[in-house]
């Protein structure tokens, strides 16, 4: 894909044009690399990864039923949690197309590695450590955890729900009551709602469903908090970065706009 960017006519990403070739191998330099028409970076950004992701967890699953001759609780809440996860992004598929990693990132080792590797073994760690070191959870503690993972997935998919509505159909009866500021660009910012809470909501649903996995595995072992913690360092990056784009594409309206919605992840805490 390296190689191929340097072929006439190519859309480059801006990041992933520096000169620095290791560093553009790593980021990616083209943009969207097609085969005729097929986009290799938004078939890559979903399907495999997500597909093989659940293929390992219910190997999981077996494997667990074949050592115990039963599935506990905790194997069957996270793969019920992550099986929805990956349904919710193969239903909603058409929304990463407002993605920073499709409108802004290059297709470079970075994205391909976390894609195709990264995602599929290391997002089913919690199904993997659950095979021979089941905490054994209370009944209480399962319906705690469900309830932590509910409230996780109705603020992220209500969130983004409400986002892409205002945006395709402003006029509906489900988003009109929505306050909104107009920027000088022409768009609108939504300043009530699910948005009005917190400038990086639907982060914060996303989050709250990675440590209800975690949650899973009880307190034996620190390794299967490997994925929230990484995950809150990627969603705070993602902010900064998000943040750093806003500023140079609303200019002061931005400025307007965190005034009237303070907080990035917690309303009234951050």
């Given at each position: 894909?390296?190689?191929?960017?340097?072929?006439?006519?190519?859309?480059?990403?801006?990041?992933?044009n520096t000169g620095n070739p290791v560093?553009?191998?790593?980021?990616?330099?083209?943009?969207?690399?097609?085969?005729?028409?097929?986009?290799?970076?938004?078939?890559?950004?979903?399907?495999?990864?997500?597909?093989?992701?659940?293929?390992?967890?219910?190997?999981?699953?077996?494997?667990?039923?074949?050592?115990?001759?039963?599935?506990?609780?905790?194997?069957?809440?996270?793969?019920?949690?992550?099986?929805?996860?990956?349904?919710?992004?193969?239903?909603?598929?058409?929304?990463?197309?407002?993605?920073?990693?499709?409108?802004?990132?290059?297709?470079?080792?970075?994205?391909?590695?976390?894609?195709?590797?990264?995602?599929?073994?290391?997002?089913?760690?919690?199904?993997?450590?659950?095979?021979?070191?089941?905490?054994?959870?209370?009944?209480?503690?399962?319906v705690g955890i469900a309830a932590l993972?509910?409230?996780?997935?109705?603020?992220?998919?209500?969130?983004?729900?409400?986002?892409?509505?205002?945006?395709?159909?402003?006029?509906?009866?489900?988003?009109?009551?929505?306050?909104?500021?107009?920027?000088?660009?022409?768009?609108?910012?939504?300043?009530?709602?699910?948005?009005?809470?917190?400038?990086?909501?639907?982060?914060?649903?996303?989050?709250?469903?990675?440590?209800?996995?975690?949650?899973?595995?009880?307190?034996?072992?620190?390794?299967?908090?490997?994925?929230?913690?990484?995950?809150?360092?990627?969603?705070?990056?993602?902010?900064?970065?998000?943040?750093?784009?806003?500023?140079?594409?609303?200019?002061?309206?931005?400025?307007?706009?965190?005034?009237?919605?303070?907080?990035v992840f917690f309303p009234y805490l951050?």
């Open positions: 894909l390296y190689a191929t960017s340097f072929a006439k006519g190519r859309l480059l990403a801006a990041g992933g560093y553009d191998f790593f980021i990616g330099r083209e943009l969207n690399p097609r085969l005729g028409s097929f986009d290799l970076k938004v078939f890559c950004e979903l399907r495999p990864g997500l597909i093989g992701w659940m293929m390992v967890n219910i190997g999981c699953l077996m494997k667990q039923h074949e050592l115990r001759g039963h599935v506990t609780g905790s194997m069957i809440l996270v793969t019920a949690f992550q099986m929805l996860y990956v349904w919710d992004a193969l239903y909603y598929e058409k929304a990463i197309l407002t993605t920073m990693d499709v409108t802004t990132d290059g297709f470079g080792f970075m994205l391909a590695f976390g894609d195709l590797g990264w995602v599929t073994f290391t997002y089913a760690l919690q199904a993997r450590f659950l095979v021979a070191h089941d905490p054994g959870l209370s009944t209480a503690a399962l993972n509910a409230l996780g997935y109705a603020v992220f998919r209500g969130a983004n729900l409400q986002k892409d509505l205002f945006r395709s159909d402003p006029g509906s009866e489900r988003v009109k009551h929505i306050q909104w500021m107009p920027t000088k660009r022409g768009t609108r910012l939504m300043t009530s709602g699910w948005w009005g809470l917190a400038r990086k909501i639907n982060y914060t649903g996303d989050w709250l469903m990675s440590l209800s996995w975690c949650l899973t595995t009880g307190f034996v072992s620190p390794i299967p908090y490997f994925y929230c913690t990484y995950f809150a360092i990627l969603l705070v990056h993602r902010a900064i970065r998000d943040e750093h784009s806003c500023r140079q594409k609303y200019g002061d309206d931005w400025a307007k706009y965190k005034e009237k919605v303070p907080y951050i």
